[in-house]
């Protein structure tokens, strides 16, 4: 059994110092001696991490059809401690170092030329870093990416101090719903792109269940309800690491704009969420280690969907 603890009380691995020591190891070392620090690291944070481990094979199990070798989970682990790494560098060095490919991008420029704005919703899969290669390719347009900055201070602070524009364009989750919208409104009335992830829901955040890989899963609502209040393209975004120095940058269309109607509100709202959700599985399948949410993902005892959390109040921390 996984544990039954929500993903943001899950303390943040490793600390300030070990990030600061990876990073500039990496950046004086080269991108090739920094992946050689990835094997002693994944090892080390896969045999201290029983709910991480628990978590991959939960997962792993639904997308293989068969519970993982051990060196299938480790190969998880490895993936994400391979993006999170390539996010230093994509900061520090833009494309330098990789070999990016992007699908999609001429209906995503379609929508910026237009001026409405436009809102990009991803996912805990692959690196959402590797959208900044639009930004790169694109220095006209503007990109505000809504980030939990609290969830990982060491990290958001150490990417921070080596792009600091780049932190200057968040949005930060944890000034609330009201917050998000103003800014994000704000945003897109100028014309820009604003890039969110959809799978994963805040401490208070509602959520509703769609069926995932064979079993109800939760999934935030906000992403949705914010997306019908700006009336702007919303278009599916995916970072996928495809191994090496490669990444599939990928940008599908989605609504325009989202509809929600008042009358039979919930019943839209799970239709866009199985849709999101039949988009989340297409690439679990194709690149199943691309997965990072190691966490108790599906819904615990759920058999039916739909499934209604609202939010509960909670305390700021």
Not at 46 to 62: P, V
Not at 220 to 241: I, N, R, S, T
């Amino acid at each position: 059994m996984i544990e039954a603890t929500h993903w943001r009380e899950r303390r943040e691995g490793g600390g300030r110092f070990a990030l600061w020591l990876i990073r500039t190891l990496a950046l004086y070392g080269g991108r090739r001696f920094g992946r050689a620090l990835l094997y002693p690291i994944t090892l080390y944070f896969f045999l201290r991490r029983g709910a991480e481990r628990r978590a991959s094979r939960d997962y792993l199990t639904r997308v293989l059809g068969h519970p993982p070798r051990v060196t299938q989970m480790l190969r998880q682990f490895h993936t994400y401690a391979a993006t999170t790494l390539d996010r230093v560098f994509l900061l520090a060095h833009g494309e330098r170092d990789f070999e990016i490919t992007i699908e999609g991008l001429a209906l995503l420029e379609q929508h910026v030329a237009a001026g409405r704005g436009v809102l990009l919703v991803g996912s805990h899969q692959g690196s959402f870093e590797a959208l900044r290669a639009v930004r790169a390719r694109r220095p006209d347009v503007s990109l505000r990416v809504v980030l939990d900055k609290g969830k990982t201070p060491a990290l958001t602070a150490l990417l921070e101090a080596l792009a600091p524009d780049v932190g200057a364009a968040v949005i930060d989750a944890e000034r609330g719903g009201a917050a998000i919208v103003l800014a994000a409104a704000e945003a897109c009335a100028q014309g820009a792109i604003v890039a969110m992830l959809g799978d994963r829901a805040g401490t208070c955040e509602a959520q509703r269940a769609a069926p995932l890989l064979g079993a109800p899963a939760l999934l935030p609502v906000g992403p949705w309800l914010l997306a019908a209040a700006l009336k702007v393209p919303v278009m599916l975004c995916f970072g996928l690491y495809l191994g090496g120095n490669r990444y599939r940058l990928v940008f599908e269309p989605f609504a325009d704009p989202l509809v929600l109607p008042r009358r039979g509100r919930d019943a839209a709202l799970d239709g866009v969420l199985a849709r999101y959700a039949a988009r989340l599985e297409h690439y679990a399948r194709q690149w199943p280690y691309n997965w990072f949410n190691f966490h108790e993902f599906w819904a615990p005892g759920a058999s039916t969907v739909p499934i209604t959390q609202g939010a509960q109040p909670c305390e700021r921390r």
